[in-house]
């Protein structure tokens, strides 16, 4: 009877310790509850390919605290308290979206600081936040680890996307596109009405000799006079520019930390 007892108490044992590992490991936590399972599922996969081909760590955190009073510092808390981040500098990415508040922040560290600039989580929470918004919570998420990837795989190679070293992302390309309509719209526009201006057989002239009969008016005197002078300044904008890079803050746990938020 002992050993059976002793057998069971080994069993309830690593099963607590397996969830403790999990609950420290799981790289999407939705405490909020906006995700479906199957959602939460999918994006694991995505993330688990990324930390095995760049032994980085990319996190998704969902909360639903109308309390919290600092949406950075819960971000870099919870990247610093649950373990997260590759290696001895803790290399990794936080997204952390609180529901209560309406707002969101990435938290980087270790290698994070190196391959995501300001710059860089400035993009991403552009991207994000519109999907956020529309309550596309998964969409916002998988911009969220495409990004990270790109980031990762272009930092790789020694292009860290910045001020100074932009890339397009998948957003930029539909901006572009959407550039190319327009203008050609406008363009189409100014030939139609080029067009249309050339099939009329009647056109008003601008000044009055157009209208007066050859050899019916004769100039006897002709005399220049000043009668005023206009003159106009216009200010050049002194050009400005940004090193980029990244910023850094310590968290309470004294850890290095870099990123962005916003709201949505």
């Not at 002793?6 to 690593?14: G, P, W």
């Not at 930390?51 to 760590?57: G, H, I, L, V, W």
Request: overall charge negative; proline content about 1%.
């Amino acid at each position: 009877m002992k050993k059976i007892c002793f057998i069971l108490s080994i069993i309830v044992l690593s099963l607590c310790i397996s969830k403790t590992v999990y609950a420290a490991t799981d790289r999407v936590v939705d405490h909020a509850n906006i995700l479906t399972d199957s959602e939460e599922n999918e994006l694991r996969n995505d993330i688990k390919e990324i930390a095995d081909q760049y032994s980085f760590d990319v996190v998704v955190v969902t909360v639903d605290d109308a309390s919290e009073s600092n949406v950075v510092a819960g971000a870099d808390d919870y990247f610093d308290y649950n373990g997260y981040g590759y290696g001895s500098n803790g290399d990794g990415i936080l997204f952390y979206i609180n529901m209560g508040t309406g707002e969101w922040s990435i938290s980087t560290k270790g290698y994070g600081l190196v391959a995501f600039t300001d710059y860089g989580t400035d993009k991403i929470g552009e991207i994000c936040s519109p999907y956020l918004t529309d309550q596309s919570y998964y969409k916002a998420f998988e911009e969220y680890i495409n990004l990270s990837s790109k980031f990762l795989k272009e930092a790789e190679k020694g292009k860290i996307y910045d001020v100074n070293h932009k890339y397009k992302t998948t957003s930029d390309y539909f901006k572009s596109i959407l550039i190319v309509l327009i203008v050609s719209l406008v363009i189409s526009a100014i030939v139609i009405g080029i067009m249309k201006s050339k099939m009329k057989t009647a056109v008003s002239q601008p000044y009055a000799k157009a209208y007066v009969k050859d050899g019916s008016f004769q100039m006897t005197r002709e005399r220049d006079s000043f009668l005023y002078s206009h003159t106009s300044k216009t200010a050049i904008p002194k050009s400005t520019s940004s090193g980029g890079g990244t910023s850094s803050h310590t968290s309470s746990s004294g850890s290095s930390h870099g990123g962005s938020h916003g709201s949505f």
